[in-house]
């Protein structure tokens, strides 16, 4: 899989070092993923959620942030559409990523 908008996450990283080592982890899996259906992403990530359009929600670091991305996977592609803390997470709807 290739991430687009990577900038968002190491953006991120910079206002909220607590979540690094974890993103750093999803980073690798995901460029070592060949997925093709959200069964082969559960077997990576037991905890990510499919929230319909498209999208999936990742919690990273114990559920201290979430992640929301959208995954193509006819072309491998995985588009960053929200890094945040879960509390900014809770004033969203994932499936449009507009604040509520």
Same mark, same amino acid.
């Given at each position: 899989?290739?991430i687009?908008?990577?900038k968002?996450?190491?953006d991120?990283i910079k206002?909220?070092?607590d ?20 069964a082969d992403?559960?077997?990576?990530f037991n ?6 359009? =498209? ?6 670091? !114990?559920n201290?942030?979430r992640l929301?991305v959208?995954?193509r996977? *006819? #072309? =491998?592609?995985v588009y960053?559409?929200f890094? !945040?803390t879960?509390k ?7 499936n *449009? #990523?507009?604040n509520?």
């Open positions: 899989m290739r687009l908008t990577e968002a996450l190491k991120y206002e909220h070092p979540a690094e080592t974890a993103l750093q982890e999803w980073i690798k899996v995901i460029k070592n993923s060949e997925w093709t259906c959200f992403i559960k077997e990576s905890s990510v959620d499919n929230v319909g359009n =498209q999208r999936y929600v990742f919690n990273i670091r !114990g201290n942030h929301i959208i995954i996977f *006819t #072309i =491998q592609y960053i559409r890094i !945040g879960h900014e997470y809770d004033l969203l709807d994932s *449009t #990523i507009k509520i």
